[in-house]
């Protein structure tokens, strides 16, 4: 008879599941027992934060559900930040962790910690396994969770014991959920409503958000938009959905968005949303927030709607029915020709300033380093000043193509999630830009990268400090900069050759040079490191201050 760990890696497989990320531990052991022979590949990350991360990594450039395995008591808690994250950014993740055994719960026993109720507001779905007879459906149902509406992570919890008991196996169970899922409002009476509001409006227009690129309706939502032909910009999370070459396209929105696309969104009367939460890194100030707008919302998740304000038509349901729905009844009408308004939010007099100030050889860099990465390669970011100036200046139309921490913000990210996204894609050039002080958060993830041989480009903007803390403080704190400051950080060439990773650094005064040194960089075949030197107090502009509306963006001081 199988054992419950044997179980639980058929129930894996039966969900299409081949790699899974973790770090073992006592209660777990089983598991990790029963790996030889499973078909299940397992990497061993050096931390579980690097495993969760990897997972979301492998999870974001596939749509796949991406696992990660940990012990009871630290290794369960070493993955709470990337449940989080999954959370926050929509990523299907099954996190399974082993627990203390069942008589011993609520004891205090050794390494016990309560994951469930720990993780209960993180996750879309969680269960303490009680009986080793329910491990089939408890697998079934987590992984149709994790998949299911609005994508997330779930958490399964199993005593030791559960996983060490055998058992009759007949077999991986399926779900169906008892209710229904609500249908999608794409009858025709939407479509109305929503064409009646484009011939009313005179200044309408597009912002794309996840759910559009989540969905797999981007080809169709492309469509739309050039049919629609309104200005139109997605948030960090929706680029790469619309081809920055669109004729209407205005880039990103937001804190540190375009000034065309935040005038533009502040100015507009009809707001059409394509899966986007309206955050308020998105929004500005929540309640100046495009301030004459009627707002349509396109959205699977009926909780993400009216949250900043009320939307005047929501349409629930998957973007992959609705943008066809809508698609289709918006081809036979004719729509107005909003022309004069699309010339005024697109024309030059709405054009970014000129790049002055201490950032603009770093941007350069990225420019140099982003127009030459082959095309569909994953660009991955960690959190701060760069992960900034690398969406200003992301301009591939790769609807998976660019992956960052960006509802959590969770510094650490970037290294384990190229891990994981370079496994699920391993042709593919993938390239990961840290902060100095964000590498130094999963740093441990070299040995991987250096163990499995992976070809990732690894990039760390070093200014030498927390430089998106440092900003702030140098502009809301009168440059108080407390603790921030990272003078002291390692050689990270050094750091790289201590774990036989190829390094190299580039300094500013070395940028006309760079194609040269970023051509090589690139075209090498194992992983590398490439340092650039950036300015310690180099800023992130335009923008929006918090609690200022998307109108007030502030600009690099001449
Ligand atoms: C885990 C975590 N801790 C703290 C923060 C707050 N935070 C946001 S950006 C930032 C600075 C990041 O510094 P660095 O990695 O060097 O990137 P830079 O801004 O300098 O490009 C900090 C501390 C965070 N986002 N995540
Ligand atoms: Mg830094």
Redo the contacts with the bound molecule.
């Keep these: 008879m199988p054992r419950g760990a044997e179980i639980v890696l058929r129930c894996l497989r039966a969900e299409g599941v081949d790699l899974v990320f973790g770090y073992p531990g006592g209660a777990i052991m089983p598991l990790y027992d029963a790996l030889e022979g499973s078909g299940v590949r397992h990497i061993l990350t050096r931390h579980e934060q690097g495993a969760v991360f990897a997972a979301e990594g492998y999870a974001r450039v596939t749509g796949r559900v991406g696992v990660a395995i940990a012990t009871s008591g630290p290794g369960a808690t070493n993955l709470v930040?990337g449940i989080a994250d999954a959370k926050m950014d929509s990523v299907p993740l099954v996190c399974i962790t082993g627990q203390v055994r069942s008589p011993l719960i609520g004891t205090d026993a050794f390494q016990e910690t309560d994951v469930f109720g720990l993780t209960l507001s993180l996750t879309k779905w969680s269960r303490l396994v009680r009986s080793i007879e329910e491990i089939p459906e408890v697998i079934a149902q987590g992984f149709y969770w994790a998949r299911s509406g609005r994508p997330g992570p779930v958490v399964l919890d199993f005593p030791v014991d559960m996983l060490k008991a055998p058992m009759e196996f007949e077999g991986p169970a399926t779900f169906t959920p008892s209710v229904k899922p609500r249908e999608p409002y794409a009858d025709s009476a939407f479509c109305e409503t929503l064409i009646a509001l484009l011939e009313q409006a005179k200044k309408p227009v597009a912002l794309v958000g996840a759910g559009a690129k989540l969905s797999g309706a981007v080809p169709e939502l492309r469509r739309l938009l050039d049919r629609l032909n309104v200005p139109t910009f997605a948030t960090v999370h929706g680029l790469g959905a619309v081809p920055p070459s669109a004729p209407y396209y205005l880039g990103m929105v937001g804190m540190h968005g375009t000034r065309a696309a935040n005038m533009a969104l502040h100015e507009t009367d009809l707001l059409l949303v394509f899966g986007a939460r309206l955050d308020d890194r998105v929004t500005g100030e929540p309640m100046r927030f495009a301030p004459n707008a009627r707002i349509v919302h396109f959205e699977i998740d009926p909780a993400q709607l009216d949250r900043v304000r009320q939307c005047d038509l929501p349409v629930i349901g998957d973007l992959a029915e609705t943008i066809p729905a809508f698609l289709q009844e918006a081809g036979k009408v004719d729509l107005p020709d909003w022309n004069g308004w699309r010339a005024a939010a697109c024309g030059p007099e709405r054009g970014e300033p000129d790049m002055k100030g201490l950032a603009q050889p770093t941007i350069r860099f990225l420019d140099v380093l982003l127009g030459r990465l082959p095309d569909n390669s994953v660009v991955i970011t960690?959190?701060?000043?760069?992960?900034m100036?690398a969406a200003q200046r992301y301009r591939s139309a790769s609807p998976r193509g660019f992956i960052t921490s960006g509802g959590l913000?969770?510094?650490?990210f970037a290294l384990p999630a190229a891990v994981g996204a370079q496994l699920a894609k391993p042709g593919t050039c993938v390239l990961c830009i840290?902060?100095?002080?964000?590498?130094q958060?999963n740093i441990q993830e070299l040995a991987t990268v250096r163990r499995l041989g992976l070809p990732i480009k690894l990039v760390i903007?070093?200014?030498k400090?927390?430089?998106?803390?440092?900003?702030w403080q140098q502009l809301f704190y009168q440059r108080n900069y407390a603790e921030?400051d990272?003078s002291d950080n390692p050689d990270f060439v050094e750091i790289a050759k201590a774990y036989k990773i190829h390094a190299g650094r580039l300094g500013e005064e070395q940028i006309d040079r760079a194609g040269e040194t970023i051509e090589q960089f690139l075209r090498s075949s194992e992983p590398e490191l490439l340092v650039f030197d950036?300015h310690p107090e180099a800023n992130v502009f335009p923008m929006v201050p918090s609690g200022a509306a998307l109108s007030e963006m502030v600009f690099e001081e001449e």
């Design positions: 930040t960690d959190v701060g000043q760069h992960q100036w913000g969770a510094m650490g840290s902060g100095d002080g964000g590498f958060m903007i070093d200014n400090y927390l430089g998106m803390v440092r900003q921030t990272l950036c």
